[in-house]
Each structure stands twice: as C-alpha cells, then as structure tokens.
C-alpha cells in the first residue's frame, strides 16, 4: 500500500549513493579520523549504558576461563614426551 505524503523522503539507495559519495571524497587521513569518531562515540554509548562494569568483568572472567583451559591443554598435549 502506497501513500502519498506533502512531504517527499530520499530513497535509502539515494541515501546509500551520497555517503558512498562523500566517503569516496575523504582522505585516508580523513577516513581513519571518521573510524576513530565513530569508535569513541560507542565507547560513549557503552559506558553510558549501566551495564559497563558488568561487561568488564564478564570479559575478564571469559579471559581467566580462556587461559585456564589453554594452559590444561598445553599441559595435556604440548608436553607430552614425544616419541
């Protein structure tokens, strides 16, 4: 069902087609400043979301449990005496 509105909205390919082409115009310099832009803004939103701490430790908990394995398997397989 179509409905026409007063109002006209880009097509998202149009959308698509003009960060395609203002991207295109960035320097790498340029780029990798917009990477950084956009890699602080989610530590932002991240931070801000209440559950930061929680992530933290989750992360560091699967770290602990990741090494703790790695070791029992290197202990397992690494040394045993070869033949």
């Known amino acids: 069902m179509c409905v026409n509105l007063p109002i006209s909205f880009p097509s998202e390919a149009e959308q698509f087609r003009q960060q395609a082409?203002?991207?295109r115009a960035m320097t790498p310099g340029q780029r990798i400043l917009a990477v950084l832009d956009?890699?602080?803004?989610?530590e932002t939103l991240s931070r801000s979301g209440g559950h930061w701490e929680a992530q933290?430790?989750?992360h560091a908990q699967c770290e602990r449990e990741w090494q703790d394995r790695m070791k029992e398997f290197i202990a397992a397989h690494a040394l045993a005496p070869s033949r």
Do not use: G, I
């Open 21 to 23: 082409e203002l991207t």
């Open 38 to 42: 956009l890699l602080a803004v989610a």
């Open 56 to 58: 933290l430790a989750y």
